[in-house]
Structures are given as structure tokens and as C-alpha cells.
């Protein structure tokens, strides 16, 4: 069973998104890295600084299986980037909602939010995928 | 390990070769400078590294030794008749730089191939330059970027990508310089239209349409998908790797593609994998020819009664340019013309019906074991789901690993990735029933043993020379030199 904290948001392609005030933490969800299996590579293709649209690519990892894009959930502009996760990729694996954040971002549309699942809704959504 | 690495073989001042006293004066050495105190190359006899290279190519498996269904790879027989004809000394002695008078018959053959292309995809215009699949996919999408700015289209910079598409696709068109958007199957495994509709604007450059797709799918909308690019402007790019399923059934063009490479080490029979290089000629509609990259083997002299027409080169007017030195990989190409000289129209046709029959009798025997994610009749290969809900723990690696013990090469797995636990099998129709009925009962037994014993199919595989590799050590660790290890090298 996958682990889904219950004071997260969720994107439909497996992201997270954890806010607090205006900035969000955006990482990729327990079900996303097991589905992966072992995480090998991962790059930020953001920086400090940068203005995002919801849906761009934030990141890019390969697993021994697959390489996937992460997308951020929301539009905004990055503060910071987690300059730990390229150097040691497998904390995605072990610690996906904390260790593994990849970027903190300023939302410049709250409104964004609304259709991201919750914590409930992202479990069915995981169920459905099998 | 079943073979040790030279370096473990070496012994301390052992040689395989004795030079004679030098009958020469010697030259003096290169300054100390410029000199290395020890050479660390493995000292063997030559009967030794004879014995390792000649056991380590019997551990090789090939499509020569084995059955290798290997999705959408088409791993097909290369017929032996292919390497008589390239060895033919006037092929085989042939030089690119030759004056084109006194290479006719290899400009003929390249010419006859380009028809032949042509009339097999419904094409305009045939290259046959790129150097692979991939590489004719950079070339066709480069000709559709050149397409568009020829024409002062400048803001054409997305290129649509399907999730059944082949993986190759989005790094070549990002690689063109152009900006990828996934697109979404819907729930039979064709390109979802809704999806398809909202990106069709006016920044469109093409959609790059794998047909039948990774799912072993034929789009069953394909007309209308086409139909929905070109009304907003842009290009079909067909990714031509699975054309072994619509020879002489459908020609591409006449769909409407506009550009399409095929792999002549897939379809036609040229080597694939280790015994390559591969060849991937790009078929153009008509008003993209003269943006082909060059040269190209045209008749440059009609003749008259007394002489031959004349064959030489010709660069196409508004070429993309050279994408491949001279003339491609020439040996590929001797080698299709004659599958396609053996072969002819009517065989050709029943390549493709036999592919289809192989794949589909192999998923009938399969189907009620594995699940089946897009539940259709299939063109040339298949896609099942390599794990049960039972046994959570068992993954379509383990069973992959467990076919090696079964003396099979395992099918393509994990690709596509809208299926979970992909395993895509293709059998190719040079198969025989027998064949396919043995591949077919490993695969029943292995699901049976993953029931059964599990723990079997984690440990596969057991009667290889090497067993399970660790896969995450191998991506991390990049040490791939003799005897040199990840410390010594920091």
C-alpha cells in the first residue's frame, strides 16, 4: 500500500505539492517512486529564480526502468531547489515526502490548487491505476 | 562470472608474439617526458586470448541461436543469401569516391532501392542516408522544421508525441530544437482526439505518429488524426518501425503521412543489435523532396539507343544537407535489395500476414494467463502485464529473467510505459509454430511457477553465466576498464 500523507496535495501525473502560507514544496509521491522502482539519476532542470507555469518540467529521473519528467503542480516562482537530490538520487525512494523535496515554489495562482486531489482522492486515483 | 576479464588472465612477462632482432638501425626513443613507466596491458599467449574471445562469442545469443522476440525490434532471420550478395566483389570493393561511370551497377541497385521504398510507402522522395531508425527520425523531422520555415512559418515549434509512440520520438524532436507535448491514448489504445484537438493550433509543426503503435495497436482513427494536423498546418512524422505489420496491406503515404523512415535492420532484414550497423531510409510526399538531405541517386543522362542511361548523384534544391557520410551503410542496403529482390510484392504481402498470425496465435495461447491491458486483435506484437495481484512481489523483470533459464531472450519489458509491468512481445514471421508453442508453454509454466514458487523468478536467472545483475550498481558505476576499479580511479 502506498503511503499518503494527509496534509498534501496531489497531482494526477504523481507529484506533491505541501503548502504552507503562499509557498508550496513539491516533490513526487510515494506511489510514483515505487512505481519507478530504484531511482538511479535525477536532475533539477529548474533554478532559483525562475518564473513556472503549472505543468512544466521541474525535474527529470531515471530509474533501472524508466525515465520520467516531474511536473510542477502549480505556477509560481522558484525559491529554492533541493541541491542534495542529484548527488543522492535513492532518497527518493526512501524518503519521498521529505528527504526527496525537489523544489519550494511561490504560488502566483492559489487558485490552481482547487482541482489537485486530496489525500482520499489521490488514494482512489493510485487504486484505479492498479 | 563464466569467463574471467584478460586482466585476471595475465601472466607476468607471458607474450604471444617473439619479434626477430631488428634488421634496421634503431631510432632513438621520444623524450623521457613524453614516456609512460608501465603500460598495464594484460601478457597473454595467443592460444590464451584466442580461447577467451572464442568462449566469450559462444556465450553470445543471437537471433542465429535463439528465439528472440523482442518488441518492437523485429528481430527477424537475416537470411544468408543477404551476405552472399554484399560480398559480391563489386559491391564489396566498390569505393565512394569512385567516378560515378565506373560504379553503376551499386547506383543502380541504390536507385532501384529508393523506387522500391517509395512504392512500398506511397512516397514522393526517398533518402537513403541516416544511419538508423533514430537518426531517419532526426532527419524527417528536420525536413519538416525546414518545411516550415521555407515557408516563413516561424512560430511552428511544437511537435506531438503519443504515450504509445516509440521512446526515441520526444529526444529526437528535442534534439531538433522543437518543444514536446505528451499526448495522451484514450482506453483502446488509439490517440485520444479530445487531447489531440486542444493542441491543435497554430504553433503546431507536426505530430509524430508511431502506426501500429508500441501496443501493437493499429490507430483505428488514423485518418482523422492525420485529417486534424494537417487542417492546422502541420505534418505527419510515421515512425516506420513497425512496417513489418502493413507490408503490401497499407502504404503509409496513402494515409496521408507526410514523412516516414523505415529500419531496413528491422523490416527488411538487415542485421539488428551487434551485427548491425542499422540503415534508416526517410520516404517524403511530394512537397517535401526538395528538402531531402543529399545526395541522391538519380539518372543524370537518359542514354539513347546506342547507350545506357547514365545514374549519378543529385543534392535535392532546398536540402537539409548531408546527414551521413557518401552514401549510408551501402551494405545495408545490397543486403534489403535482395530480400526485397527475393521476396517480391506478393511475399512481401505475406510477411506482414504471417507476422500478424504469429502474433496473434502466440497471444491467444497467452491471454487468459496474463492480462491483456488493451483487449484488441493485434497487429505484429503485443502487450501483457507481467505480474498478478496474488503475487504482488513478482515484477515483469523476474519473469523476463526466468525466460533466459528457459533458453529464450526475453521480450522487450517496460516499454510501453502506459502499461504497468510491460512485457511486448513480437514473434516475427520467421518463426515456426513450434517454436512460438514452446516459447508459449516457458511463459505458462513461469506464470505457474510464480504461484507456485516465487522466489524462483527472483532469482532468475539460475543456468546463465551470469546470474541477476545488480542493475542500480551498473547505472551508478560507470567503471568499464580492465582491471580498474571505482577507487582507483578517485
Known sequence: ?130 | MGEPQLCDLSVPGRQGIRFPQPDVPLSDLPPAGLLRDELPLPEMSELEVIRHYTRLSQLNYSIDTGYYPLGSCTMKYNPKVNEETVRLPGFAYAHPLQPVETVQGSLVLLYNLQEWLKEIGGFAGITLQPAAGAHGELTGVLIIRAYHRSRGDHKRDKILIPDSAHGTNPATSAMSGLRVVELKSDARGNVDLEALKLECDDTLAGLMLTNPNTLGLFDENVEEVIRMVHQAGGLVYGDGANMNALLGIVRPGDLGIDVLHYNLHKTFSTPHGGGGPGSGPVGVAENLVDFLPGPIVDVIDMGDEETPPLYGLVQPPKSIGRVKAFHGHFGMAVRAYTYLVMHGAQGLRQIAEMAVLNANYLLSRLRDTYHLPYDRVCMHEFVLEGRWPEVPDVHALDIAKRLMDYKFHPPTNYFPLIVHEALMIEPTETESKETLDTFADAMLKIAEEAHTNPQLLKDAPHNTPVGRVDEVKAAKELVLCCGVSALDRE
Do not use: C, R
Open chain 1, 1 to 130: 500500500m502506498s503511503n499518503i500523507p494527509a496534509n498534501l496535495k496531489f497531482a494526477e501525473s504523481n507529484e506533491w505539492i505541501l503548502v504552507e502560507g503562499s509557498t508550496g514544496t513539491v516533490g513526487i509521491s510515494d506511489y510514483a517512486q515505487n512505481q519507478l522502482s530504484d531511482i538511479v539519476f535525477a536532475e533539477i532542470v529548474v533554478a532559483e529564480g525562475d518564473e513556472i507555469k503549472q505543468g512544466d518540467t521541474i525535474a527529470t529521473i531515471e530509474s533501472v526502468k524508466a525515465a520520467a519528467d516531474v511536473y510542477s503542480p502549480v505556477s509560481g516562482k522558484i525559491v529554492a531547489i533541493n541541491e542534495d537530490l542529484g548527488a543522492a538520487p535513492e532518497v527518493i525512494n526512501s524518503s519521498p515526502y521529505e528527504a526527496a523535496w525537489i523544489i519550494k515554489i511561490e504560488l502566483s495562482d492559489p487558485a490552481e490548487l482547487k482541482p489537485l486531489m486530496d489525500a482520499v482522492a489521490y488514494g482512489a486515483h493510485v487504486e484505479s491505476q492498479g
